[in-house]
């Protein structure tokens, strides 16, 4: 029997916010750059002379009882229609597209209208790899294959004029910006299309066409209206709302082609979205995001990733760089490889770095073995000069092979910065009381910038560039005699205006003035003057700059495994998200950029990666669940920057909803095994194993099973907790659901829950609740009332574990006191049965008066605890700090404020001992000496490492 309806139109109103995403590269496959939700669709033809493709999606609500219809219809009259209602494609196709925009050129050939440049070229892989630097051009002067550099005629003609991009397997890079199209010319006065197209894993094409839309060069015409629409096409969709089904959400993309539109219209039922329904939240968010970036990605700094001696000028991205040399010995590319314990991998010691660049130091930097030695300060001014001052420390040792110490100062833009250039020549500086001129200056003219002229004193002779520089520039180096005495100095200076650098007072003065202000903010901070220089530094240090993510702070400069990609940074994701608890302090900007760098890298599948660096990353898994914590700490500090949580709140409720659904477990028992639940479920780690294959993915290996691809996840690669864990292969996690995991989660969701009460989300932010309680209620499973202790727990049978080998105890560690965070404790007797049996036992964890150095990653009464080796033993920033913001929870226990206080010092201890000594800031440290570079696995200086100065500022209240 079949039952007909007849249908019945009623008042359909839509979603208070209509949310519209903006794309240039959609070859990315990556979620929307820009996330707006606009006051009025007739914005959206505008945003697409900008823009490739826009997304528009909402939810549609009937206003009567259910069992009805709407009619839902789309008006547009250019461009490529896709609409989704719910999930369901219905509409894939466009309207006729109208003929290209012809333009009176003169003469007839485009290539005399200034501005134009139209390049068809084929990228070819280098060795195997897709270097973006290594292309061959289909024409033009650039007929041959380019190693490791886009040919430089070519690369000049499209920083000139326009934009370059670069597609990799099926993901496009683009480095234009948008606020400069053109160097001298308002972005208003052009419009750019970039269209890229992939072909699998042998050649790439990239179209570049940029031409001016402005009325003398392009009169406007009529474009013939698409057969048959008087101007538009309409598609109507008849829009079911059924019983138990109280909205239908919609989709619609549209892609332009050679011509944009200028009508599109929603309407239900005949009726246009009224603008009342949208707001401009995001919009404005993102508006804000990009003047702010332009506003902070200005002067110079040591923003050059691959070279601590080199001096950067943004926006131009003219760069001097320093290279000393004693015979065959030199220091070019110092830090390019990362930072090391080791004096012949990284032979310098970190001084003093204010956040800006304003004053910089290296304390001390060798020339191989030679024993000759230097420290290198710079100092900028209000009026943006450079002065670098290079001081000799210690003479050669020897006299053989032509020991006498030189000094290179290079100008160039470093290959990583296309498509910025600047065309560099040597000029000479004249004074008129002499007739020959007294001193040679580099100066570079950089196209919509102003020119910058560098200059030395003791110039000796003029030498060849010694660093690799974008295609077309032929740099300039300086060669510079050093002093031959203990204590002798050279100045360089770089500036803007003609002629050296003039200031009031000397370079010397400058220099010194400016680290005499550094530390007298350092001294304001009392007897934690030193902690918090420290952690300044940490963070000012690892300061690096590139075009695409702007200002950011990896978790340190260079990196020798990334040597060859284009760009020598990683963002690790928990790491970053916890450096920004740091940077909320010392540098708000830095805290905003990396908060909202590592959200945009938000997989398709619908996570922020483990790791990311512009090229690749660990796409298979996530990290720790920590950015919420992080954004509400940096709110918390900074409530004027709201902003934020507007632009990326969609961003992070899509991976909070995405560990629930890919990683989350309820137990099973001797007689039904666990499997994944929707809710009151516990955080299994991971790994989905079929992203490995993803050609964004930067593992090499084929598809793995083993334990510890998943425990990555965890970010505690070799820990303990998991030594006896098993792969379940169907589900593509361990048999392990993790407390450490599981609490941070439900941390996340409260911290994400009140960010969306700060911005008046209240949907998501009782989504994000009632999942937060969920899951500390499922926390409480994993007690083990023997143990005293949250355990970790096998899902499939319900058994706690592991159980060391050797002494058949339970394994335990800082993770599982993580349920602090969660306030998962039922009372507060139980949270002081903790603190008594493992966090302020020595046989333990050990904070207590009677200890000096921070806790250990494992308990001492483990059998790994001496093993001193990464999460085996070592004493680690995030677990300190994580554990002190847990016991903030119940700081209404006088047990729990005495703890935090001995936890405090501890973390300050094992901070400063490096720190003091040596201006290290360690990766992890020795949990029973403080020593950082007593085991191989520590990196000397890495960012969060400073984690542990926070804990004492927190305890203090200086922040």
């Not at 179209?207 to 209206?225: E, F, H, R």
């Not at 008087?230 to 138990?244: C, D, E, K, Q, V």
């Not at 007690?783 to 727990?793: L, P, Q, R």
């Not at 306030?823 to 050990?846: F, G, H, I, M, P």
Request: hydrophobic share 35%.
């Amino acid at each position: 029997h079949m039952r007909f309806c007849s249908v019945l139109l009623v008042a359909v109103v839509v979603h208070a916010d209509v949310h519209v995403s903006v794309y240039n590269n959609t070859a990315f496959g990556w979620p929307s750059i820009v996330n707006r939700t606009l006051p009025s669709l007739a914005n959206i033809p505008n945003l697409l002379t900008q823009f490739t493709s826009a997304v528009v999606q909402g939810q549609l609500y009937p206003t009567s009882t259910p069992t009805t219809w709407g009619l839902f219809e789309v008006v547009i009259d250019a461009g490529h229609v896709r609409l989704w209602v719910d999930d369901h494609l219905l509409v894939d196709g466009g309207p006729a597209v109208a003929p290209p925009l012809q333009c009176p050129y003169p003469g007839g050939d485009p290539s005399q209208l200034p501005g134009y440049f139209q390049w068809l070229g084929t990228q070819m892989p280098i060795n195997g790899t897709d270097d973006p630097r290594s292309m061959t051009s289909l024409g033009g002067d650039c007929t041959k294959g380019c190693s490791r550099e886009v040919c430089s005629q070519l690369c000049v003609e499209l920083a000139q004029h326009g934009c370059v991009g670069f597609v990799t397997h099926q993901h496009q890079f683009d480095f234009c910006s948008m606020r400069r199209l053109a160097p001298g010319l308002p972005s208003s006065e052009w419009k750019s299309l970039l269209v890229a197209t992939s072909l699998p894993f042998t050649s790439y094409t990239v179209q570049s066409v940029t031409v001016p839309t402005d009325p003398k060069w392009c009169p406007p015409t009529t474009s013939p209206a698409p057969p048959g629409t008087n101007g538009t096409a309409a598609y109507a969709i008849p829009i079911p709302f059924l019983p138990g089904l109280s909205y239908a959400k919609f989709r619609l993309e549209i892609t332009t082609g050679a011509t944009v539109p200028h009508v599109l219209g929603l309407k239900m039922n005949n009726s246009h979205f009224p603008d009342s329904r949208m707001t401009s939240n995001v919009a404005e968010a993102e508006l804000r995001y990009q003047e702010e970036r332009a506003g902070a990605e200005v002067g110079w700094n040591t923003w050059y990733s691959r070279d601590m001696l080199s001096h950067t000028l943004l926006p131009s991205a003219a760069t001097v760089s320093l290279s000393l040399h004693v015979g065959n010995a030199t220091t070019a590319h110092l830090g390019g490889q990362g930072p090391s314990c080791s004096a012949a991998i990284f032979p310098a010691k970190h001084g003093y770095h204010d956040v800006r660049g304003q004053y910089t130091e290296i304390e001390q930097v060798s020339v191989g073995s030679t024993g000759a030695s230097f420290k290198v300060e710079s100092a900028t001014t209000s009026e943006g000069d450079l002065y670098i001052i290079v001081t000799t420390l210690t003479l050669p040792i020897s006299e053989e092979s032509d020991p006498t110490p030189s000094l290179s100062v290079t100008l160039n833009v470093p290959i990583d910065y296309l498509p910025r250039f600047c065309n560099i020549t040597r000029q000479k500086s004249w004074q008129k009381r002499f007739i020959e001129p007294v001193s040679d200056v580099l100066q570079a003219d950089c196209p919509g910038f102003p020119k910058v002229f560098v200059s030395a004193s003791s110039i000796s002779t003029i030498l060849s560039n010694h660093e690799p520089t974008a295609p077309g520039v032929d740099p300039g180096t300086l060669e510079v005699s050093l002093p031959s005495t203990v204590g002798g100095t050279v100045e360089i200076s770089a500036t803007t205006r003609r002629g050296p650098a003039r200031a009031r007072d000397t370079p010397g003065e400058v220099v010194a003035n400016a680290r005499s202000a550094l530390l007298a903010r350092y001294a304001k901070f009392g007897e934690q003057n030193e902690t918090y220089a420290g952690a300044e530094n940490a963070i000012s240090w690892n300061v690096i700059y590139t075009p695409y993510e702007g200002i950011i702070t990896p978790v340190f400069r260079g990196a020798s495994w990334s040597a060859t990609r284009p760009h020598a940074y990683v963002l690790f994701e928990w790491d970053t998200y916890l450096s920004t608890l740091i940077s909320s302090v010392t540098d708000t900007w830095v805290a905003r950029s990396n908060i909202i760098a590592m959200t945009k890298s938000l997989s398709f599948k619908g996570y922020v990666p483990g790791f990311w660096n512009g090229l690749c990353g660990e796409v298979d898994k996530s990290k720790p669940p920590v950015g919420g914590l992080a954004l509400n700490f940096h709110l918390a500090r900074h409530p004027e920057d709201l902003w934020v949580a507007e632009l990326l709140i969609d961003q992070f409720l899509l991976w909070n909803r995405w560990w629930a659904k890919a990683r989350q477990y309820g137990f099973g028992n001797a007689t039904h095994a666990g499997s994944k639940v929707d809710s009151n479920g516990v955080i299994a780690p991971g790994c989905t194993r079929e992203n490995q294959l993803l050609s964004i993915s930067c593992g090499t290996s084929p598809i793995s099973n083993r334990v510890d691809t998943v425990t990555g996840e965890t970010g505690l690669d070799n820990s303990p907790l998991y030594d006896d864990a098993m792969f379940v292969v169907d589900e593509d996690v361990i048999d392990y659901v993790d407390v450490g995991m599981t609490s941070l989660y439900a941390r996340d969701c409260v911290a994400l829950a009140a960010v969306a009460g700060m911005i008046g989300r209240d949907d998501y932010h009782d989504e994000l609740e009632r999942r937060g309680n969920a899951t500390s209620n499922g926390l409480r499973s994993m007690w083990n009332g023997e143990a005293g202790i949250h355990v970790n727990k096998r899902w499939t049978n319900g058994t706690f574990g592991p159980v060391d080998p050797k002494n058949s105890r339970l394994v335990v560690g800082p993770p599982n006191l993580y349920p602090l965070l969660a306030r998962a404790y039922d009372t507060d007797d139980q949270v002081k049965s903790v603190l008594e049996r493992y966090l302020t036992n020595s046989s333990e964890l050990s904070v207590n008066s009677g200890q000096h150095y921070g806790i250990p990653s494992i308990s001492r009464s483990s059998s790994a605890a001496n093993d001193n080796n990464y999460w085996r033993g070592r004493a680690w920033g995030p677990m300190n700090l994580l554990i002190y913001i847990g016991l903030g929870e119940y700081a209404h226990i006088p047990e729990v404020k005495s703890v935090m206080s001995d936890l405090a010092t501890q973390s300050e201890n094992t901070f400063l001992l490096e720190w003091t000594e040596n201006h290290r800031v360690m990766e992890n440290y020795n949990s029973q000496s403080g020593l950082g570079c007593d085991s191989g696995d520590a990196v000397p200086f890495y960012h969060w490492g400073a984690l542990n100065a926070l804990v004492q500022l927190m305890e203090k209240q200086w922040v």
